[in-house]
């Protein structure tokens, strides 16, 4: 097993793409907005030996369903020498329009810690405080949990779809459920509609992992607002991806 790298990384090589899903097609249309040029893309169904030269290239993989660990191995295995998280390439540049890959290395653990401690008691085979962990772990050292992830149902994924979603909305209509999936804008949505949710008691859904505020601030701010509440936590995808917390009040059971 070679050491993972961990850091923002720049595009200073010929660049490669590895995984052809969702990610990779975003990843395709992020490159081409920002004037990289990708030397070739390949998937797991198409097995990529590189000649000499072309192991120096930086591979980027662009799969967030599976493990990470294994996939970073196998392709070291083949002879590919540099190989990161897409997201640690994003990471690099301040005007890529997915921010997704942020880091945690400079993150106090008090406040961390005194999170792990308000997750309600679920499930003891997916419990939260896990989770949380695993999500904290991978922005700190990129080290990846292997308990399984339940997928999240698919949204749509390309810039234009991202960018209609990076909004604030007032909320006024009674709902019985709120998804909050705002690419960043989560922690506003929140403020500015900290009444509705007091008043009409939805269960929430915030999603954690477009910026830093998701570590800790949010759940804290939900937890320290929300009276009567139950907070619950799941990483549903890899490379610190598709982390969500859940606020249930406590009577819908």
Wanted: contains cysteine.
């Amino acid at each position: 097993m070679k050491e993972i790298s961990i850091g923002a990384r720049k595009v200073e090589k010929p660049l490669v793409l590895y995984g052809k899903g969702k990610l990779g097609k975003l990843a395709i249309e992020v490159f081409e907005k920002m004037g990289f040029h990708v030397s070739f893309h390949f998937d797991k169904d198409e097995k990529c030996i590189p000649t000499p030269s072309v192991a120096k290239s930086l591979v980027a993989v662009c799969v967030a369903s599976e493990p990470y660990q294994p996939i970073h191995d196998a392709l070291v295995a083949d002879g590919w020498i540099d190989v990161v998280s897409v997201y640690d390439i994003f990471e690099a540049y301040p005007e890529c329009p997915i921010r997704s890959g942020w880091f945690a290395n400079d993150v106090d653990w008090a406040p961390v810690q005194q999170l792990l401690k308000r997750f309600d008691e679920d499930d003891p085979e997916v419990w939260s405080w896990m989770h949380y962990m695993g999500f904290w772990l991978w922005k700190r050292w990129h080290i990846e949990s292997t308990f399984a992830r339940t997928p999240l149902p698919a949204l749509p994924s390309m810039l234009a779809d991202i960018e209609a979603r990076r909004k604030i909305v007032r909320l006024s209509e009674p709902m019985d459920s709120v998804d909050i999936h705002a690419e960043g804008l989560e922690m506003g949505n929140l403020v500015h509609n900290l009444d509705y949710f007091q008043k009409y008691r939805p269960k929430i859904s915030v999603s954690l992992y477009h910026n830093r505020d998701g570590l800790w601030v949010i759940p804290k701010f939900c937890m320290d607002n929300l009276p009567d509440y139950r907070f619950q936590f799941r990483l549903h995808s890899y490379m610190g991806q598709g982390a969500v917390l859940y606020a249930i009040p406590k009577e819908r059971g």
